[in-house]
């Protein structure tokens, strides 16, 4: 039994299948069962259920997972507090984050951290912040970018970014020559709405007065493709003027605030105090230096 047939067991129980957990692990799908069919030979038991199409936990399998969590926790713990006892910071940064806010708020922050700290490796989990959140309360994690507001006892947040979401609209739209616009006129307009995440629940609820009349023509997963469809004419979105300013500049789109509504997305970081490491410390103290109109209060959530 060895650390990296335990991390391929958990990725194929969160992702209940070999195909995905190799996929995410940059193994193929033989590699992958091979490893399991090790680790079981190793425990003397079957742990995981390949009958039917998802992949499910035996009883041998529930016993045996809270001991790996422990163990790679244990791990990661240990290799911690080794890194903590040089003079710079080294190791591993596992940070938390979605993708367009490793796009579009942090490059900044992410290429000084490796010039200044070359020693450290960041790996980055991509998720929403519910995952985040849940991921940093097991200690799974060392810090992560979220969606703010955010309730969790064991965790501290401190706020650091705050974003206007406004409409985008293609350079040809009528819109786009006025100076903003009111929400009834933009529930008018073929949306084009994420698929899932926190701008897609905001607007359920901006526009859930206009529910019954809304045209959404399409569903896209990625902020990329939403302004790539956008800027071709196909219909309007709303988007983080962060993550829309390249497009913006480029005139491919263009940016309106939206009358009668106040919509921002505030980002926060956040960790664990009890047990941050100095290279997230590190990370901390370079985004309150890269992005100074950051609200640098810390706060913890109730």
Do not use: W
């Not at 995905?20 to 079957?46: F, M, N, T, W």
């Not at 259920?49 to 399998?61: A, F, I, Q, W």
């Not at 940070?95 to 980055?124: H, K, M, W």
């Amino acid at each position: 039994m060895d650390f990296d047939q335990l991390i391929t067991f958990l990725e194929v129980v969160n992702l209940n299948s070999f195909s995905r957990a190799g996929k995410k692990l940059y193994r193929s799908q033989p590699a992958v069962s091979a490893q399991i069919q090790q680790l079981e030979h190793d425990c003397g038991a079957k742990l995981l259920d390949r009958s039917s199409k998802s992949v499910t936990l035996t009883p041998e399998g529930r016993a045996f997972l809270p001991y790996a969590e422990q163990i790679l926790r244990l791990r990661k713990e240990a290799l911690r507090a080794v890194a903590d006892q040089g003079n710079g910071c080294q190791g591993v940064l596992t940070i938390g984050a979605n993708e367009a806010t490793c796009l579009y708020v942090l490059p900044r922050v992410f290429a000084r951290y490796s010039q200044v700290y070359p020693d450290v490796q960041i790996s980055i989990y991509r998720n929403f912040t519910r995952k985040i959140v849940e991921r940093l309360e097991e200690d799974a994690l060392d810090l992560g970018i979220v969606t703010l507001p955010v309730n969790s006892q064991k965790l501290t947040i401190q706020p650091f970014f705050r974003d206007r979401l406004m409409l985008m609209v293609p350079m040809s739209s009528p819109l786009a020559k006025m100076r903003s616009v009111p929400i009834s006129v933009a529930a008018e307009q073929k949306l084009i709405f994420p698929k899932t995440g926190y701008t897609r629940q905001l607007l359920e609820d901006v526009f859930k007065a206009y529910r019954s009349h809304l045209q959404v023509p399409m569903e896209l997963p990625s902020v990329e493709m939403i302004k790539s469809f956008v800027a071709a004419g196909i219909g309007v979105s709303i988007l983080s003027e962060s993550f829309a300013m390249d497009a913006a500049k480029a005139k491919r789109i263009k940016l309106l605030p939206i009358e009668g509504v106040e919509l921002v997305r505030e980002l926060g970081i956040a960790y664990n105090p009890a047990t941050v490491s100095r290279s997230a410390k590190a990370f901390i103290e370079m985004i309150e230096k890269k992005l100074p109109a950051a609200r640098a209060q810390k706060a913890s959530s109730k």
